[in-house]
């Protein structure tokens, strides 16, 4: 689908403000719209009013191009079938991802048999596996789930990995399935990380206070919980959420990571003592800070639980927004 391509005859310069909203097009189109090679040329000159952004894509004006007009500049550039992927397209799908350093090269995803050749400013990647293209913000982008891969097989860092695919499945509503099928699809370069995550996060595990609980209750050698729970008494009534849960003997896990610890959740404590639900509270920096004392509560909650009667409690798990 074209994105810069206008079809017409002799339009003024003053009306070119109107068809290319960003103020950014490609050479050829402002030529098939009726201005001369010489003019385009010409106003792109040191005294020109207007600048060559990328081979064969100009911009009206001097300053320096806005993200919004670099993203534009790379489609031009990719046109006809170009799309963006990586971290702009995140962006663009909305996700809560810092906006990328203002000088990035934007990641534009061509066809295979493309000769199109990167720049400092745009990264392209010739592929047999185009996605369809869809339209976000007045922007062609690839779909959530490859841009999110495009983006995070560069990343070592497993807590940005967690956080943007926690994001993109609970938040946006993206299928897990989806993700897996795009791994499964690509060529496996920097997919280890990613997969290994997704299956956490498939479980449950969102946070990285979550993964590090995760591992602590492995350390404690306790059987392994269910994550991102919410609990219910035996007359229905919602008890309230709880990080982790022990079916077997009705045992929650708090971990609360706001500013001020428990302050908004001490009615929804009193709730699951009523309930008679063992509940092992902390915090992120509790269990950093105090690894094996962490440990030591666990295993002694777990073993009071299992002493107890099992209260008439049931737990399901949160699921994603839909």
């Known amino acids: 689908m074209p994105t810069c391509i206008t079809s017409g ?6 009306k070119l403000y109107g068809l290319f909203p960003h103020h950014v097009a490609r050479a050829e189109a402002l030529i098939k719209l009726g201005l001369s090679a010489s003019t385009v040329y010409r106003r792109c000159q040191p005294a020109g009013p207007w600048r060559r952004v990328l081979p064969g894509v100009v911009m009206f004006g001097k300053s320096p191009p806005t993200v919004s007009q670099r993203v534009q500049a790379a489609l031009c550039y990719a046109d006809p079938d170009g799309l963006v992927t990586g971290h702009h397209a995140l962006v663009l799908h909305g996700m809560k991802i810092p ?8 990641h534009v995803l061509v066809p295979k048999g493309r000769s199109l050749k990167s720049t400092p400013e745009v990264s392209v990647e010739r592929t047999i596996r185009m996605p369809k293209a869809m339209m976000r913000k007045g922007y062609l982008v690839a779909p959530l789930e490859r841009a999110l891969l495009d983006t995070v097989r560069g990343f070592g860092n497993t807590e940005q990995v967690r956080s943007l695919l926690a994001e993109a499945i609970w938040e946006h509503g993206l299928p897990p399935k989806l993700i897996t099928a795009e791994l499964d699809a690509g060529n496996g370069r920097g997919s280890a990380l990613p997969r290994r995550v ?3 996060v498939v479980n449950g595990i969102r946070t990285e206070a979550e993964a590090l609980a995760a591992t602590l209750v492995g350390a404690a050698r306790l059987p392994r919980p269910q994550w991102s729970m919410q609990v219910d008494d035996e007359n229905n009534a919602y008890l309230g959420p709880v990080s982790a849960w022990w079916d077997d003997v009705a045992m929650a896990l708090d971990i609360d990571v706001s500013e001020h ?4 959740t001490e009615d929804q404590h009193d709730n699951f003592l009523a309930a008679s639900v063992v509940v092992v509270r902390t915090t992120p920096r509790q269990m950093r800070a105090s690894p094996r004392a962490f440990v030591d509560r666990l295993r002694q909650a777990y073993q009071r639980a299992s002493k107890r009667d099992r209260p008439l409690v049931t ?5 994603p927004r839909s």
């Open 315 to 319: 737990a399901t798990a949160q699921h």
């Open 9 to 14: 005859t002799h339009v003024s310069v003053d």
């Open 198 to 200: 997704l299956a956490e």
């Open 261 to 264: 610890p428990f302050e908004r």
């Open 99 to 106: 906006p990328p350093p203002p000088l990035s090269a934007v």
